[in-house]
Nanobody
């Protein structure tokens, strides 16, 4: 199982931006489809964005489309999520996850490795 660690979370005002990173433990990172999920207070973990193994294909939840951008750097074993135009409802713990399906997948059950998460708090 690939080990994942997120970073880049923090407190930001509404309308602000953050860039989350997810560092993977091994060079086989390029063999995994990757995704970002989030879990807000009192809510279930939900899909945010996903990307295929090479970074050509992406998918987004409707709630973040046009504001968030997922990308990856396979040479550095790192996944990114750029968060722009943040809203208070984006407040959540953000998790990166790895799937052995190299294509884009949005289903939580297809992701077998998860990071510990990073907190994003958006104030109004």
């Amino acid at each position: 199982q690939v080990q994942l660690v997120e970073s880049g979370g923090g407190l930001v005002q509404a309308g602000g931006s953050l860039r989350l990173s997810c560092a993977a433990s091994e060079r086989t990172f390029r063999h995994y489809g990757m995704g970002w999920f989030r879990q807000g207070p009192g809510k279930e973990r939900e899909f945010v964005a996903a990307i295929d193994w090479i970074g050509r294909s992406t998918a987004y939840a409707d709630s973040v489309k046009g504001r968030f951008t997922i990308s990856r750097d396979n040479a550095k074993n790192t996944l990114f999520l750029q968060l722009n135009s943040l809203k208070p409802e984006d407040t959540a713990v953000y998790y990166c996850a790895a799937s052995r399906l190299v294509k884009v997948t949005t289903l939580k059950g297809n992701f077998g490795s998860w990071g510990p998460g990073t907190q994003v708090t958006v104030s109004s």
